[in-house]
């Protein structure tokens, strides 16, 4: 996200919430994230925590994201995400930014993970008379097999969505996201198919010493599996000193 946008009163330029946009971060600024997913009987709960640095330049950015799962059963830290994304395209509102993530083990196995893996996101931004932003999505996520389980999985995503900007302090959204899970063993092919829209809401809080504060809230629907639930955003994104 940039914040000499947010400081000079032009539209938001935040992450989305399911859709990932290709907005790298700005030299000398980082970003703390967290994200609250839970289900419409607040039940269970999957909270992460994502910081994302600007190597040297905004082409480059580094990040890492740590899960933590609560269920009515128990309380663990899910899969950790080491991120690397390049600002290959900006020009003419114009975006692209692939990304590539390297999985730990860190899981519990009742997740069906604790295998080590990898993610390739490729999203791309464009944005329209600073009155909306378009994002799209395609990836896919593998992860590899072990002695114990003898399972290999892969998960192929694509999403899309619309931000009207309002004004430079808040911003509506649409998201659409379709999910395909594939779990192979020696035995069968297990397949998992997810189509979740999410509408939802983000704002901008401003301060002089280029502190920015966005909170949002999204209420998310799975038409294919009849599920549907909550999400809270809240980013914190300041400048630091300088290291290189």
Do not use: C
């Given at each position: 996200m940039?914040?000499v946008?947010?400081?000079e009163s032009?539209?938001?330029?935040?992450?989305s919430?399911f859709?990932?946009e290709?907005?790298?971060?700005?030299?000398g600024v980082?970003?703390?994230?967290?994200?609250?997913?839970t289900d419409s009987?607040?039940?269970?709960?999957?909270?992460?925590?994502?910081?994302?640095?600007?190597?040297?330049?905004?082409r480059?950015?580094?990040?890492?994201?740590?899960?933590l799962?609560y269920?009515?059963?128990?309380f663990r830290?899910?899969?950790?995400?080491l991120?690397?994304?390049y600002?290959?395209i900006?020009?003419k509102?114009?975006?692209?930014?692939?990304?590539?993530?390297?999985?730990?083990p860190?899981?519990a196995?009742k997740?069906?993970?604790r295998?080590?893996?990898f993610?390739?996101?490729?999203?791309?931004?464009y944005e329209?008379k600073n009155?909306?932003?378009?994002?799209?999505?395609?990836?896919?996520t593998?992860?590899?097999?072990?002695?114990?389980?003898?399972n290999?999985?892969?998960?192929?995503n694509?999403?899309?969505?619309v931000i009207?900007?309002?004004?430079?302090?808040?911003n509506?959204?649409?998201?659409?996201?379709?999910?395909s899970?594939y779990s192979?063993?020696?035995?069968q092919?297990?397949r998992?198919e997810g189509?979740i829209?999410n509408?939802?809401?983000?704002g901008a809080?401003?301060?002089?010493?280029?502190?920015?504060i966005?909170?949002?809230?999204s209420?998310?629907f799975?038409?294919?599996n009849?599920e549907?639930?909550?999400?809270?955003y809240?980013?914190?994104?300041?400048?630091?000193?300088?290291?290189n």
């Amino acid at each position: 996200m940039s914040l000499v946008h947010a400081q000079e009163s032009e539209p938001i330029r935040d992450n989305s919430f399911f859709v990932e946009e290709a907005f790298n971060q700005e030299k000398g600024v980082v970003q703390h994230i967290s994200n609250l997913y839970t289900d419409s009987r607040f039940k269970n709960f999957i909270y992460t925590f994502t910081q994302e640095w600007p190597v040297r330049n905004e082409r480059n950015q580094l990040s890492y994201t740590i899960p933590l799962i609560y269920s009515s059963q128990n309380f663990r830290v899910g899969d950790i995400f080491l991120n690397y994304r390049y600002q290959l395209i900006e020009e003419k509102n114009l975006y692209l930014a692939p990304r590539l993530s390297a999985i730990l083990p860190t899981g519990a196995m009742k997740d069906g993970n604790r295998r080590a893996g990898f993610q390739i996101n490729l999203p791309v931004s464009y944005e329209w008379k600073n009155t909306f932003a378009f994002h799209l999505n395609a990836g896919t996520t593998h992860l590899w097999t072990t002695k114990e389980d003898n399972n290999y999985s892969f998960i192929l995503n694509y999403a899309g969505s619309v931000i009207w900007l309002i004004n430079s302090h808040i911003n509506l959204m649409g998201e659409a996201v379709y999910t395909s899970a594939y779990s192979n063993t020696p035995d069968q092919i297990d397949r998992f198919e997810g189509f979740i829209l999410n509408p939802g809401v983000r704002g901008a809080i401003n301060f002089k010493s280029g502190l920015q504060i966005v909170p949002g809230f999204s209420t998310w629907f799975d038409v294919l599996n009849h599920e549907n639930g909550f999400f809270f955003y809240l980013s914190f994104e300041h400048p630091f000193q300088k290291l290189n």
